[in-house]
């Protein structure tokens, strides 16, 4: 059971604008720095955001993070065929004293 | 560049312990903090615990504590994580991640490639 809740599936034209949320509490988004991951069917996890809204090198600006209160937000603007994959959120919770993922979510073109 | 390189695939018994290696290279390793991570098939993602090499300090989920060892060996740059009692639920592909920052919650940046672990009689 993770204490990070996302929409199970979001999907969107090609081109489009896709948003997922990432519901969590005072104990880890609120406090703490939240990091997305792109996962593709059978690869490891990508990092994709880190510290709410930062971008490693050689991710595009079509993604983008924010974080408000006990939520964040990943972003993925124009969206293309290669992007249809698993996204995670994930941050450490300080009361738990674990990292925690959230349960998920899968984008689809339409 | 930092390149994890995971052990290779493992089937066990139910009951038995498996252990699986994660060596880096390319970049400090005892300064970073090292997860584990599994994701059972068609599941999501599951933190289960981690390692910080130069403290030897770990955190482990409450989900597998008494049945998880997280180990590192900074001459070898080599983190490891052992898990027993193994059962059919624990079947599942196991990565080993190194966060970006100080901290766990600065990201995963580098991840392994990736443990198949089947547990079946």
């Known amino acids: 059971q993770s204490v990070l809740t996302q929409p199970p599936s979001v999907s969107a034209a090609p081109g489009q604008k896709v948003t997922i949320s990432c519901s969590g509490s005072s104990s880890n988004i609120r406090i703490n720095y939240v990091s997305w991951y792109q996962q593709l069917p059978g690869t490891a996890p990508k990092l994709l955001i880190y510290d709410n809204n930062k971008r490693p090198s050689g991710i595009p600006d079509r993604f983008s993070g924010s974080k408000s209160g006990t939520s964040a937000t990943l972003g993925i603007t124009g969206l293309q065929t290669g992007d249809e994959a698993d996204y995670y959120c994930?941050?450490?919770?300080?009361?738990?004293?674990?990292?925690?993922f959230g349960t998920g979510t899968k984008v689809t073109g339409l | 560049q930092v390149q994890l390189v995971q052990s290779g695939a493992e089937v066990k018994k139910p009951g038995s312990s498996v252990k699986v290696s994660c060596k880096a290279s390319?970049?400090?390793?005892?300064?970073?903090?090292i997860s584990w991570v599994r994701q059972a098939p068609g599941q999501g993602l599951e933190w289960m615990g981690g390692i910080i090499p130069i403290f030897g300090t770990t955190n482990e989920a409450q989900n597998f504590q008494g049945r998880v060892t997280i180990t590192a060996d900074e001459s070898t740059s080599t983190a490891y994580m052992e898990l027993s009692s193994l059962r059919s639920e624990d079947t599942a592909v196991y990565y080993c991640?190194?966060?970006?920052?100080?901290?766990?919650?600065?990201?995963?940046?580098?991840w392994g490639q990736g443990t198949r672990v089947t547990v079946s009689s």
């Open positions: 991640a190194r966060v970006k920052g100080d901290s766990f919650s600065s990201g995963h940046l580098f």
């Open positions: 994930g941050t450490w919770d300080s009361s738990l004293n674990v990292y925690v």
């Open positions: 390319g970049g400090s390793f005892s300064s970073y903090a």
